[in-house]
């Protein structure tokens, strides 16, 4: 049972910067994808959406669109970390962001969808005013 624990969020104007971190109870070098997901303020969980992702091996990465050019996720595999660098931020990028994980297993993509993830940090707010 992997844990995550995010940790980062807070406020920002827009056009600012922050950091997420998510810290794994144990390795996950190998064959893990590793996702942020973000669930807008009031929205049902249903309606969490995804961020970025990235392959732990191989570090193949994912953005959506509407991060792609703003947003970086990258790994520290001898931490146990994986982190969202977030510039240029906009209001409507305030969320809950939330880090998951899942063993993928040989293959060269990760899945983009809620359900294929295993396991789940708790969350952190990210408020962005203008």
């Known amino acids: 049972q992997v844990q995550l624990v995010e940790s980062g969020g807070g406020s920002v104007q827009v056009g600012g910067s922050l950091r997420l971190s998510c810290v794994a109870s144990?390795?996950?070098?190998?064959?893990?994808?590793m996702g942020w997901f973000r669930q807008a303020p009031e929205a049902p969980e249903k309606a969490r959406e995804l961020?970025?992702?990235?392959?732990?091996?191989?570090?193949?990465?994912f953005y959506d669109d509407s991060v792609k050019g703003r947003f970086t996720i990258s790994l520290d595999n001898a931490k146990n970390t994986v982190d969202l660098q977030m510039n240029s931020l906009e209001a409507e990028d305030t969320a809950i962001y939330f880090c998951?994980?899942?063993?993928?297993?040989?293959?060269?993509?990760?899945?983009?969808?809620?359900?294929?993830?295993?396991?789940w940090g708790r969350g952190t707010q990210v408020t962005v005013s203008s």
């Open positions: 998951a994980a899942y063993f993928r297993g040989p293959g060269s993509l990760c899945a983009r969808f809620v359900s294929a993830y295993d396991y």
């Open positions: 144990e390795s996950i070098r190998i064959n893990y994808c």
């Open positions: 961020v970025a992702t990235i392959l732990t091996n191989s570090e193949i990465t």
